[in-house]
């Protein structure tokens, strides 16, 4: 796909980050379970932290095609910055979606400006995978509302400078997905986090539990209006959501493409002195390769541009995305780790890391067996909730 010529430069700004920046310090945000700090403070003086943003308030004003295909760039050195980023830019989506004027000043402004960064806080244990079901409670108080509740999972956790939160409706009722949703500032008295993030993928993402123990938030941080988050959840939240995670594990898909690639070109038998890439049947197993990976990334960014477009069909194209991404990336990561042979089942080796971070797609909230669901109903006109 071409892009257009402002996407091509964003794109191109990005690969110079990720060269300079985030692949000298991928191996280390994976081994050590570290925040890729230099990573996100380079995409933050280089503007992408608003990308996002309208461009009236200083940001780019760009939409799903522009989030999948930086985030697939990051992805292709180090999954875990493409995650940090990528909720990010989610986060900053929801915010803008009906953001008040204060809201522009108080968040997307500095944003933009590269001074703050967000992130969402959605996924609670009771509920797993329906993350449009919360459980954490919110109690209106005038001037501010009380939330508690704990959330899991939430990528940026400590690390982030405001979270964006669910919550039941303060009158209590979650009926057909009727919740809140606010900002809640990182700072605010009353939040705490358990555990550090030492996971089997992803090791990078600080994905943390988020408890609020009677978290006063200002009413002003309220999203829209209590209760109408049905809204969000498939007109904002899923579909930056989703293009984030496909855009993330197309990037996984090719790093695996890519590092088949290079095993086959550069390995030779001592004995006889034929590469790898001379062999039939290695061939026909990089082609298959490159065939899946094309056709991911082909609905990846048509399902982007018609979301972008306003396209009333987009919705199938945007919810099949991240289970395609999700299943090309763990089958090529598959087939790389027996290109590679030997040498990539080495502990901790770069394409043992595509695998351990392919396999978290399919948990990912809304899991691959739940967007399978919801593309049949979307095709169907089957309500999807």
């Given at each position: 796909m071409i892009f257009p010529n402002e996407l091509e430069q964003l794109v191109g700004l990005a690969r110079g980050i990720v060269e300079n920046v985030v692949a000298p310090a991928a191996a280390e945000v994976d081994e050590h379970c570290r925040w890729p700090a230099a990573s996100m403070a380079a995409f933050a003086e280089a503007g992408l932290l608003g990308l996002q943003v309208p461009a009236a308030l200083g940001g780019h004003g760009q939409g799903l095609l522009a989030l999948a295909a930086v985030s697939a760039e990051i992805a292709r050195v180090c999954p875990s910055s493409s995650l940090c980023f990528g909720m990010h830019c989610v986060g900053t989506a929801v915010i803008a979606a009906k953001a008040t004027a204060d809201q522009e000043e108080r968040y997307l402004r500095p944003i933009a400006a590269g001074r703050h960064i967000t992130t969402l806080a959605l996924s609670e244990a009771g509920t797993g995978a329906h993350f449009y079901l919360p459980e954490t409670?919110?109690?209106?108080?005038?001037?501010?509302?009380?939330?508690?509740?704990?959330?899991?999972?939430?990528?940026?956790?400590?690390?982030?400078?405001?979270?964006?939160?669910?919550?039941l409706a303060s009158d209590g009722s979650a009926a057909g997905g009727d919740f809140s949703c606010l900002v809640v500032d990182g700072d605010t008295p009353g939040i705490g986090w358990q555990g550090e993030w030492e996971g089997f993928g992803m090791r990078g993402n600080s994905s943390r539990a988020l408890a609020l123990d009677n978290v006063q938030v200002p009413a002003a941080n309220l999203l829209g209006a209590e209760g109408d988050q049905v809204w969000y959840v498939f007109e904002v939240v899923a579909p930056y959501f989703l293009m984030a995670m496909a855009g993330t594990y197309l990037g996984v898909a090719q790093s695996a493409l890519e590092a088949a690639g290079a095993h086959l070109r550069s390995r030779r038998y001592a004995h006889s002195g034929t590469a790898l890439r001379d062999i039939e049947t290695m061939q026909t197993r990089y082609a298959k390769m490159w065939i899946a990976w094309q056709k991911t990334r082909a609905l990846v960014f048509e399902a982007a541009a018609r979301g972008d477009a306003g396209d009333p069909d987009a919705l199938p194209f945007i919810l099949a995305s991240k289970a395609d991404a999700g299943e090309t990336a763990i089958a090529l990561a598959g087939d790389a780790m027996t290109i590679c042979g030997g040498t990539a089942y080495r502990d901790n080796s770069r394409v043992a890391q595509m695998l351990r971070d392919a396999r978290a797609s399919h948990v990912m909230s809304p899991t691959t067996d739940m967007l399978h669901i919801w593309a049949g109903r979307a095709l169907l006109g089957v309500p999807l909730l």
């Open positions: 409670r919110l109690e209106s108080h005038g001037d501010h509302y009380v939330a508690n509740g704990t959330k899991q999972f939430v990528t940026n956790g400590s690390r982030a400078d405001s979270y964006v939160v669910s919550t």
